[in-house]
């Protein structure tokens, strides 16, 4: 597999991917597609650019006939598909394009997989898919019960690649990891949210009591999980993946409070916009990734650190992202009459 289709090369997991492959595969050449929604950006993808490796397309996965163009220029022998509405919050307003991107997009790369008879299509998902749960781990044998519209539409994405190789013998993989963290994510998300408030010395808004737990995997580890699954992975099954790193939202602020030296007053308790719809707890199960040959390689607290360092000596990058309309609205409509003249 020499030429890779990554779709969403634009945003956080994508482009770290398109890092991945580069620095791994020297001879691999790396096809990148993004819709350059508000959570894709040019700036991305610069380093890409330079390696003479890299082609980038604007477009969107649910325009067939942009997706049969690149396939069949590019000569591309397998997708990998990080292209999604990712955000939770923003599905509670408006689930439209999250139905359109997550699930009837995820059906056009199936099909173009299929119809190209490429070897392989692997489809990036989401522990969300299986809900909340309070004791244990999910396993992929765990049934999936998905509580936001976000991870609705990541659950129908799965099942439409089920149902494809069940029908067609189409060869899909699909992932399920944890939270990420790293370089590159869009900082509406919580750990860039804060870490970038926290070096202005600006509050952080923590929804309820910050108990909710969360599996957290640093980004190299998730991209090094989603390689090994695509190389060895059996086609339609389910991989999940995951470093063993659960902590609370109020935890991890903690941590962040201590690597920034920023006090604990910094830290606003709001009232919970998810509501009832805000998964207590994620666990993941990745034994069967593990059993293959996969493992994660970087410790939670040292990739923690790192990450910590990447805002704080690439302020140019996410300072593009935080002072464009569409970041600046969104805070303000979300979390304007929490942190008033703090925003
Ligand atoms: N971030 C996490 O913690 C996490 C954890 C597990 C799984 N995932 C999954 O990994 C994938 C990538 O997540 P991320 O955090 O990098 O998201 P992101 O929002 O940073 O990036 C998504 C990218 O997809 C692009 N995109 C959106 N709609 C598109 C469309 N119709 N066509 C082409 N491109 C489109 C956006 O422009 C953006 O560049 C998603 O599928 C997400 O569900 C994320």
Known sequence: MNTILVTGSAGFIGSNYCRYLLKNYPDCIVVGLDALTYAGNLSTMQDLQLTGRFRFYPGRIQDDCVVAGIIQSEKVEAIVNFAAESHNDRSLMDASS????DVTGVAVLLEATRKFQLKR??????????????????????????NTPYSASKA??????????????T??????????????????????????????HKKVPLYGDGSQVRD???????????DHALRHG???????????????????????????????????????????????????DASKLKA????????FSSALEST????????????????KPDYLSFIKNYYGRYLQSDL
């Not at 129908?156 to 013998?169: K, S, T, V």
């Not at 990420?180 to 998300?189: A, D, R």
């Not at 910590?308 to 002072?323: A, F, G, K, P």
């Open 98 to 101: 999250f139905i359109q991107t």
């Open 121 to 146: 299509m692997l489809h990036v998902s989401t522990d969300e898919v299986y809900g909340s749960v309070d004791d244990g781990r999910f396993t992929e044998q765990t049934p999936i019960a998905p």
């Open 156 to 169: 129908g994405g799965d099942l439409q690649a089920r149902a494809h190789h069940i029908a067609y013998g």
């Open 171 to 200: 060869p899909v993989v699909v992932t399920r990891c944890g939270n990420n963290f790293g370089p590159f994510q869009y900082p509406e998300k919580l750990l860039p949210f804060f870490i970038s408030r926290l070096i202005d």
């Open 216 to 226: 957290w995997v640093y980004v190299e580890d998730h991209c090094g999980g989603i």
């Open 234 to 284: 059996n086609p339609g099954e389910v991989y999940n993946i995951g470093s063993d790193a659960e902590c609370t939202n109020l935890e991890i602020t903690h941590m962040l409070l201590s690597l920034l030296n920023r006090p604990e007053s910094l830290i606003r308790s709001i009232e919970d916009p998810r509501g009832g719809a805000h998964d207590r707890r994620y666990s993941i």
């Open 292 to 299: 293959m040959g996969w493992s994660p390689a970087h410790a």
């Open 308 to 323: 910590v360092r990447w805002y704080l000596e690439n302020e140019w990058w996410w300072r593009e992202i935080t002072s």
